[in-house]
Structure formats: C-alpha cells, structure tokens
C-alpha cells in the first residue's frame, strides 16, 4: 500500500527558474506546474519552502534536500556550484530537521534536538556566527543560541529565533540602516544591529509560539493568538502611525474580528493572517496585487503625518484555507484542497500560463485535478506536493 500511495504524490514546481531553484534539472521558468521529481523518488515530503533563489524539502525521515543559487554556500552542500536538481544536505552528527527557513542568500536549519544550523551570505551577520566568516557552505552551528529552539525565520538579511524558555532572539543587521535613519537621533536598540543572537526585548509577558520575518520587519504570534510587530513601516503593513517600531507592539485583536490568529504568514512586504474561525485578513503592500482583495487601493490611506496606513481586510474567497505560504509578493492557499495563486506574476509563480498579475486568489488551472498536500513559495517560485485524483497526469 505505501508505495502505490507513493506512486501518486507529486511535487509540482513553477515560476523563475534561473538558478534551478525548481529542480526540474534546467533554468528555464515555468509559467504552469511542472513536475519536479528529480531528486525526490522514493521521499515522502513533509515540508516544502524557498528563499531568493533555492528550495529546501524536508522528507517524513527528518532528511533536508536543497536545489537553486548556491553562490554564498546557501545551500549547506560544502560547495558553491549551482544545484539544478533536489540534492541530499548531509547534517551528520545533527539528526532528523525539524524546520528550515530560507532567506534571501542563507538558510536556517532547526534541528529535532532543538539546536540551530546556518549556511550561506553572512555579509550582516545574518547566519548569527563570527563576523569574520563572510559566508559558508558547510552548515554552522549558532552557539550563543544556547538553549532549545522552537522556531526560526529568515528574513531579507535578518534572522528571528523563539526559544522553549519564551525568549524571542534576533540578528543580522538588514533593519540597522532603515531604524538608524526613521529613529535619528535616538539610538538603534542593540536586537537590531547586532550580528549574533540578541534578546528582543518587551516579549516578557507572553509565550511565543512562532516567528515569521519579511523584508525589513519582524513578526511574533503568540500561544494565545496575539500578533506582534516590529521593524519597518514603510508599506502600513505593521498597522500604525510611526514610520518604524523599534519594540514589538501588539496589533489590535479588534481589526481581526475580534478573534485570536492561528497562523501568520508575511511576503517581503505584505502580511496574511487566518484567525480561529477561519477567516483570512492580509494587509500591507497590494501593487502587485498580494493581498487578494477586491478593491486594491480602499485599504490604505495616509494619516495626517502622510504615513500610509494599511489596515487588515478578510479575504473571503479564502476562507477556511488549510494552508498558506507567501513568496515575496506572491502567495498561494489551499482552500477545499485546491491550489489557489495571486498576486506577482512577472515570472509565471501563479501559475496560470500568463505573466499577468493576479489580484485575487484563482485557483491553479493545470493543478485541478489533484488534491493538494503541502504548498511552498521562494521569492518568485512556487511548489506543492499534490496527490493524482486519477492515473492522469494532469501537469507534465
């Protein structure tokens, strides 16, 4: 029975393709779903993500496999050649992984014993080790991270980690030069400008459950269903009047219905939240049409500062989702098991044939007849592991 259950799951892959990052063994984009399984026969697949240019897949086994951009080593296979199909990334000694998060040219690995690994660009301390190591290949393990880790993220040039203890850490210096210059001439608090793991201060109170990062800002979701943000401000996206939030600020349960968040997500810069009843909100950036709402420009207005306020708005076409994941202004969502896409298009990572953006969530044409299992962006790539409703292919 496994391995007929086996033979009909597959991963499909599309969007920009110029360093492999789709693992179809070329570099061409791919405007529709194309499958993906060079790498992967045999595997069962738990986890499904991207960065700037790479993928990473997690098996059922805890094994971490990796394709794309590897020039800064981000792909933790102790070289720097680009890996145009899924390649195995040999932790020894670190047993099974548990998460990876993959940032613009650096990747972080959590493992199942709670220990923290990174690899790749280091240029602002973004892997969290020596300022002297200017990048690397071989995956590191973060040592002032000296206790259990339960969640991490990587940003643009930053990195988030929550710990069992309830401590929030933060490094790589990607939000010094926008806090150094909206802050001016009050001083940058030390979490963003350090190059090693520093305490986020004014998270005492609650108990992390995960930590997301996008572009330029920071995100906290509580056990409790509380949402805390931090950083730039640039899009509206953290949802108040100052330009930049150097210490993390609750956003108002209020603006959400009043209900707790069960998930967040955040693109580069845009955010998108599923709350206890189901509901989806986004919020943020919307000119490429990331936020899938109906009437792109009604969700922001500027205040009398002239600070562009962006407020969260249900997105009902996607009530309900099961799963989400964001790109860097794309996103797709499982909804009734099927794949819905929108937003960026420019290099075919909706799917929909075209490269035409895509203001509200569609679902995936060429992915119809298939049940979706995982779904996973990169910045301006998509993948999902979907199970054949029939001997048919319906993506080849």
Known sequence: MEGAQLSECVLYAWGANSYGQLGLGHTEDQAEPRRADGGLQAVRVRCITGGGGHSAVITDSGDLLMCGHNHKG????????????????????????????????????????????????????????????????????????????????????????????????????????????MLSPHPVPAHLSSKEPCLVPGLDHVTPQKVVAGSTHCICLTVKGDVFLWGSNKHGLLVSESLFLPLPVALDRSLLGGERVTVVHSGWTHLVAKTESGRVFTWGRSNYGQLGQTNQGTEKQPDVSGQTLSRPIEVKALFGATQIACGSEHNLAVVGGRIFSWGWNEHGMCGDGSLCDITQPQPVPRLRDTTALLIGCGAGHSMALCSLKSNKDSAS
């Open 74 to 181: 981000q792909l933790g296979l102790s070289h720097t050649s680009e890996v145009i199909t899924f390649q195995p990334c040999r932790l020894s000694g670190c047993g099974r992984v548990q998460q990876v998060s993959c940032g613009w040219d650096f990747s972080i690995i959590l493992t199942g014993d709670a220990q923290v690994l990174v690899c790749g660009s280091n240029a602002f301390g973004q892997l969290g080790v020596s300022p002297r190591i200017s990048h690397s290949a071989e995956p590191l393990h973060v040592k002032t991270l000296n206790e259990p880790v339960t969640s991490v993220a990587a940003g643009l040039r930053h990195a988030l980690a929550s710990t069992a203890s309830g401590r929030v850490y933060q490094w790589g210096t990607g939000l010094s030069s926008h806090a150094k210059r």
